[in-house]
Structures are given as structure tokens and as C-alpha cells.
């Protein structure tokens, strides 16, 4: 490589590296996948409070993602669904950006439903990387430079599921941690963020699973794989097991880390001490199941989502409370402080205000379209997309 | 490696930068080498970051390199692409574009992208061109096309509702449109015939069941992999089996095993079937099927899939094969697990043979399943 294109580089890349932000949400729920939000979020969702609105030119359950100013979100288009898109907007005014289109390399088809556009992608700072149902997986600087290409269905014709892939990729350690598993084969991929080589490949259930990884950072940091079979502790970095719960857990919602514990959906939900996570759950509570959105745990109480909000205590997992709700739901919960925000696929925005006692919705607005996307959050606002339209709600 | 011409170098921007452009053959072939595993990322990264730089005379060698290039490189090449139109010095080079778009034996994928950005620069000129491209071998600009005259024929009546309907049918391979065509000129009283115009396989001979209790037979060698002796007599799961004939009269060519032999449970069928080709030739064969399946062709296992009923979706397989002039032997084993939700209890399958865009190809003759 000559000297100037060297240089070149060095300065692309050093120009691209932004500092990470506490209000950032660089991947699926959140930067510690909590779906709480760093900052206080408008208790009133209504007209008013819509500060922008853009067209997106593509299908998504995928949710945005942010990083600094901008926002991030991914977009599936064609009457194939290979139409590959990352779009990325100003945070503050819904101004484009930039565009940028890949083609699929994998398999496009899934559920109605779904779309090749389910996974959200998530960002080290430094990269955005975006994952499709095609197991396409792509990373592009912060100004959609692309950085590399892998096609795991390209690769591994037959880790495909005929519903769709949902699983949402994490990084840690500089290691893209990306789940493709399906009935027939079925992998984990340890990712090497600069170039998308592996550093390690792991065998998984051969059993179709929409979940995505949870990242635990203490008492070390580790990735939690979740399957039908249990969950695998891993150290990012060489896929390396640390422990295992091999009590079954589900292949929809994902699990919560908040403090040294793990909320695992299996038989309900299943505590386990990450300080000791090869002794006895600490409680597991059958009535508590979630259906497709995850668990979140917020002003001090663990909330499930399915027709109702169910609160629990987080140290026993006693019910406090249910409050029924307007579904159904395909994402899952976001929350700040009180306020858990809910967003229903027939497009209702629910506030609901949580306390021991109860649930109380406190606002409402129907934004007229389908939303199956887990919004994201930042700076005091959510960000929420549809088929459509990608908004942001603010005070 | 390359020489830039011009350089310029704004340090603290992280915009692109633009470099006029005197060579970038290097850069392209790095590109190329991309494969599978991350083969050549590294490299392709730093080609892709000298490539973005060229200006926009570069394109119709960039759109060149896509003949060459696999599905992953061409993925650079697309962004590559886009980041010198928007960013790129000069002019685009309309007329080259052009030519390249109208070569159909040009990337199918590229030309489409050609014909995308002709839309956004000159969308009336995009509009004409339609007209023209009804046939067109990239399935992307073929569903503008059909789309177009569907839209049109919405403001028509009579006849020329019905021969713009039929005209849109010449292109039509989705299915979307083509069930919407179908049942427009239906209204007219014109049939349209959609096994043959998808290319379905809908005349087969089977034989089973044997047996898949406890789904362990996935890979189990029952007689019909080793041998075929259509006269021949075996032991199946519930006794002696032979080859039967099973045809299909949907007009979606579902060969439905429950409904036409019997809903066996744990159960593995096989499926034979011959197509003719007029000439050695690359084709898809288009399956669907919330089975799990393994498929010979011409006594070669070409794809293997183990799942069961996770829905069955039009074109939900597409496996690439190559078919040799004359009668190309088809074997299909179709297994059928024990669940017993109401959801989960098809047994079958839709098979069509196509070109690479997706339409439909007949066989020089049909296969006659009772010889």
C-alpha cells in the first residue's frame, strides 16, 4: 500500500472513531441491553410530542440504533426482500444522511410477517454492523464506508430457518458475536470486527431460535447464547464456555442481565446469580412467561409482557401486580424510570406509569401503522420505526 | 497499485475524498477476490476505500468487473458504485450506462442498478424505456415493466384491458402478479395456465412410505437412492410399496401427499420425476415444501434440508442445477415427521424448473409418469 493511501486511512479512521456516549443505544435494547433509558423520557406520547418524521424505503422489524448524533436503522426492499438497506438520519433534525444498499447473498424468504430487515444492528462506535434474515452481515464505518461483507448463508447454505432470523448481533472485545440457528445447521459466530474473519465458531442446537445474545460484564465479561437447551456462557473473544443452564430456556424473548443477575424465559423466568451461576436458580416463577418481548426491569420491579404487564419483585419474583394492556406485541418494552413505553403491532404507543402497587396507563397515541420494532432511546427521546416511517418522540 | 493523480487531502473531515482516477484495474481485481470466509476482506477493504475515490468516468469499468464478480464482491462494487456517483468528480457517462443497461447479458443485478439511477436522473427517459423491457432478463426491471402496464391497464376497459393484461403475462414471474394477471383475465374469460406458465412439475411417479418414526430417517438409504426399478417391490413401513403415478391438478402444482395417497405420520415418500431439456443448460429448480427433503438430480445429491413446518412459502428453495441435454432424472425424498398440531400436518411439495430471473421453463416434453 503506498504511503499516501496509508495516511489516507489513518485519517479516515481516526476521523470516524467517535467517544461512546451513555446516550447512545448502540444495539437491540439499549448499550447494556436493558431497554432503560439513560435519561428521562417523555411521559405524554402524542401529536405534539413528534418531532420528525422520515420515510424509510423498506420493511423492518429491525429497531434504530444510535450513535452520537446519528441515527442508524437498517431497511429490507424488492418483492424478493433482497434489497439491503442502511439508512442513517441526524438525530436532531431527521435529516438524511446517507444511504447505502447491499444485496442479499442468503436466503430472503420468511414469515409474512417478518421481513429480511428483523435483526437490529449495533455499533462498537467506531462501525455500525448490520445483520438480515439472509444472514447477510455487514459493517460499514460511522458514514456507511463499507468495512467488510460476510454471507453466512453464502458460507453455510443450510443455517437458514423458513420463518425468518431475528437474532440481533452484539459486540464486545472487539468480537461481533452473531447467532445463526436454525433446524437444520446451526452456529455462533465469534466475528473479528476489523476484517469479519473468525475467531471462533461454535456448534449450536440444531433448533430454530429468534433469540439474541445478552452481555454480562461482571463479574466478568462474558456473552450469553440463548437456545432451546439452556444458556452457554462464552468469553467473547474466544467463544470459550464459561458455564452453562441447561434447563431449557425459549427461542423468542431474550434474557435480562440487570446487576449480577440473569432473567432467564425458561418456565416462566428463572433468576440465576451470575456470581454463582452453577448453583440453584434463585426463584423461578412459571406465571410469569413472556411472550415475544423481552423482559425489562425497571423502578425497582421485573415486568413480562403478553396480553397483560405482569410485575414482579426481582429478588423473589412474587407478583406485585397485572395491568391489561392493548397488544398484540412484537416489541419489546423500553422504559425509564416509571414510565414503560409500549408499542403494540397495530401501531399503539402505550405509557404505562409503574409502581409496587400498580400499572396505570397514563397516555396513548396511535400512529396508524404497523410497528413490530423495539424503539431505542436517547438524549430524552424515542425513536420508533414502522414499514414506513422512522419517528422521533420528544419533549 | 494504482497512481492518484490528484489528491485532495482535507484533514479533519471525514467526508469522502475525492482522487481522480487513471487506473483502477488493481483495485477491481482485488474486489474480485473476495470469497467465502472472509477470503481477501482485508484486502478488499483498502481496494474498496482507493476504488470510492475514483471519479465517476470509472463507472461503466466498475459495472464491467460485476460479470466477473461473485455475491459477495459485488456488494463491494455496489457501494463502491453509489459512493462515486454521489461523491465522484465529473460527469456520469450517460450514454456508457446505457449501453451497458442494454446488454442483456450484462449482470442482471447492475443493470438494474443502471436502470435505477437513469430513473432518478431522467425518470421520463426511465419511463420510455420500460415499454421495451417487458422481457427483460433481469427479474428486478421486469417487475417495473409488468408493473407499469398493470397500472396503465387500470385506467382501461374491454379488449385493451385484456391485451395489456396479457401482454404484462409475457413478463410476469411473480407470483404477486402473475395470480393478479391470472385473476383479471379470468374476468375476461381467459384462462391462464399457471403450472405451465411457472414451469411446475406436476406429474410424478412416488413410492413409500418407509419408515421416519422418531425422525431418524433423514439419512437412512432406503432402495429408491440406491437403485431405480419403477417394477420393483419393497418393504415400507406398513408393508410391501411400490411405484405409484401422483398428479397434480392444483393450479399452483402442490403434489400433495396427504390428500392424494395418504397422510402418513413418521413417514419418508419419494418422488420421481423427468425433465427434458432441449440443450445442456444452468437452470433453478424452485421448491416449497414444509418437509424435510433431499434432492438427486441425474443421481447427484444436490441439496439436503432437514426441517419440518416452519411454514411453506412460494419459492421457498432455489437450488442451482445444471441439466444436461435430453432426459435429466429428478429424485425427491420427502419426510414427514410425527407432530400432531393441525398446523403442522402437510406433506408436500411445489417444484418448478426456471431460469436464474425465475421464469418458468417448460420441458421439450412432459414426463409421463405411467411409462
Known amino acids: 500500500m503506498s504511503y499516501i493511501r496509508s495516511f489516507l486511512l489513518i485519517t479516515l479512521t481516526l476521523n470516524c472513531t467517535q467517544n461512546l456516549r451513555a446516550e447512545d443505544w448502540r444495539q437491540f435494547r439499549g448499550n447494556n441491553i436493558s431497554g432503560v433509558s439513560a435519561s428521562p423520557l417523555p411521559d405524554v406520547i402524542s401529536g405534539d410530542t413528534i418531532k420528525w418524521e422520515v420515510d424509510l424505503p423498506g420493511r423492518g422489524l429491525s429497531a434504530p440504533i444510535v450513535v452520537g448524533d446519528r441515527v442508524y436503522v437498517s431497511a429490507s426492499s424488492g418483492f424478493d426482500q433482497d434489497r439491503l438497506h442502511l439508512l442513517c438520519f441526524n438525530k436532531q433534525t431527521g435529516t438524511q444522511i446517507f444511504e447505502r444498499q447491499f444485496w442479499a447473498t442468503g436466503r430472503t424468504v420468511s414469515h409474512p410477517k417478518m421481513s429480511n430487515a428483523t435483526p437490529t444492528p449495533c455499533s462498537d462506535g ?33 443455517a437458514t430457518n423458513s420463518l425468518g432470523m431475528s437474532s440481533s448481533p452484539v459486540v464486545i472485545d472487539e468480537t461481533l458475536i452473531v447467532q445463526v440457528e436454525s433446524d437444520a445447521d446451526s452456529f455462533a459466530f465469534g466475528l473479528n470486527v476489523k476484517d469479519g474473519t473468525e475467531r471462533w465458531q461454535l456448534e449450536r442446537p440444531r433448533k430454530a431460535n429468534w433469540t439474541s445474545p445478552t452481555i454480562v460484564e461482571k463479574p466478568q465479561p462474558l456473552v450469553l447464547l440463548q437456545s432451546a437447551k439452556g444458556i452457554d456462557a462464552i468469553e467473547p473473544k474466544t467463544g470459550k464456555s464459561v458455564w452453562k443452564y441447561d434447563s431449557g430456556a425459549s427461542t423468542i424473548p431474550s434474557s435480562l442481565v ?134 422521533k418522540i420528544g419533549n | ?33 473476495v470469497d467465502h470466509r472472509a477470503e481477501g476482506n482485508l484486502a478488499a477493504q483498502i481496494a474498496y476505500d482507493s476504488l470510492s475515490t475514483a471519479d465517476k468516468s470509472s463507472l461503466p469499468a466498475i459495472l464491467k468487473s460485476f460479470n466477473e464478480a461473485n455475491p459477495l464482491a459485488i456488494n463491494y462494487l455496489r457501494s463502491a458504485f453509489e459512493v462515486i456517483v454521489t461523491n465522484g468528480e465529473g460527469k456520469l457517462p450517460m450514454s456508457e450506462l446505457e449501453i451497458y443497461l442494454k446488454d442483456q447479458s450484462n449482470h442482471q443485478k447492475a443493470r438494474a442498478m443502471v436502470f435505477e439511477l437513469i430513473n432518478k436522473t431522467s425518470p421520463e427517459k426511465a419511463e420510455q424505456m420500460l415499454d421495451g423491457m417487458i422481457t427483460d432478463s433481469s427479474a428486478e426491471i421486469r417487475f417495473q415493466a409488468v408493473d407499469k402496464i398493470l397500472t396503465e391497464a387500470d385506467e382501461l376497459s374491454g379488449d385493451e384491458k385484456k391485451n395489456a393484461y396479457l401482454k404484462a403475462l409475457k413478463g410476469a414471474s411473480v407470483e404477486s402478479q402473475v395470480t393478479k394477471i391470472r385473476d383479471t383475465l379470468k374476468k375476461s374469460n381467459v384462462e391462464v395456465d399457471l403450472q405451465e406458465h411457472f414451469g411446475l412439475l406436476t406429474r410424478w411417479k412416488a413410492i413409500g412410505p418407509f419408515d421416519n418414526k422418531d425422525m431418524k430417517s433423514f439419512d ?49 415418500m419419494y418422488l420421481y420425476s423427468e425433465y427434458e431439456s432441449e440443450q445442456d443448460q444452468d437452470v433453478f429448480f424452485r421448491m416449497a415444501t414444509a418437509n424435510a427433503w433431499k434432492l438427486w438430480v441425474n443421481g447427484e445429491l444436490v441439496f439436503a434440508r432437514e426441517e419440518y413446518h416452519r411454514g411453506m412459502r412460494w419459492d421457498q428453495y432455489r437450488v442451482p442445477v445444471s441439466l444436461k441435454k435430453g432426459a435429466n432424472k429428478i429424485l425427491f425424498k420427502i419426510l414427514q415427521n410425527e407432530q400432531e398440531q393441525d398446523w403442522a400436518q402437510k406433506y408436500e411439495v411445489q417444484f418448478r424448473v426456471c431460469d436464474k430471473s425465475g421464469q418458468g421453463l417448460q420441458p421439450k416434453a412432459p414426463f409421463d409418469p405411467t411409462k
Not at chain 1, 447477510?136 to 448463508?153: A, E, Y
Not at chain 1, 397483560?308 to 392493548?326: M, N, Q
Open chain 1, 126 to 158: 467506531e462501525r455500525i454492523f448490520i445483520t438480515f434474515s439472509s444472514n447477510d452481515v455487514i459493517c460499514t464505518d460511522l458514514d456507511g464506508k463499507l468495512r467488510w461483507f460476510r454471507g453466512m448463508n453464502y458460507d453455510y447454505p443450510n
Open chain 1, 258 to 391: 440487570s446487576g449480577e443477575v440473569v432473567y432467564i424465559p425458561s418456565n416462566g423466568i428463572t433468576a440465576i446469580d451470575l456470581n454463582k451461576p452453577n448453583d440453584d436458580a434463585l426463584w423461578n416463577v412459571k406465571r410469569l412467561r413472556p411472550s415475544t418481548p423481552s423482559p425489562i426491569l425497571t423502578n425497582g420491579m421485573l415486568l413480562t409482557v403478553g396480553s397483560v404487564i405482569t410485575a414482579a419483585e426481582p429478588d423473589t419474583g412474587d407478583k406485585l401486580w397485572e395491568f391489561r394492556v392493548s397488544g398484540p406485541f412484537s416489541a419489546s418494552p423500553i422504559a425509564s424510570g416509571k414510565y414503560v413505553y409500549l408499542f403494540s403491532e397495530n401501531g399503539l404507543a402505550q405509557v404505562v406509569e409503574v409502581s409496587k402497587e400498580e400499572g396505570k396507563l397514563i397516555s396513548d397515541y396511535d400512529f396508524g401503522e404497523k410497528i413490530l420494532a423495539t424503539p431505542a432511546a436517547s438524549d430524552g427521546a424515542i425513536f420508533v420505526r414502522s414499514d414506513g416511517h422512522l419517528w
Open chain 2, 1 to 33: 497499485m494504482r497512481r492518484p493523480v490528484i489528491l485532495f487531502l482535507f484533514i479533519g473531515s471525514s467526508i469522502y475524498l475525492p482522487i481522480a482516477s487513471a487506473d483502477i484495474s488493481e483495485d477491481l481485481k482485488t474486489i474480485l477476490k
Open chain 2, 220 to 268: 437412512v438409504v432406503y432402495p429408491p437412492e440406491t437403485e431405480l426399478d419403477f417394477s420393483a417391490t419393497y418393504e415400507g413401513m406398513e408393508g410391501d410399496v411400490q411405484w405409484q403415478t401422483i398428479e397434480t391438478d392444483d393450479p399452483m402444482g402442490s403434489v400433495d401427499i396427504a390428500k392424494s395417497i395418504a397422510p402418513y405420520k413418521g413417514a419418508v
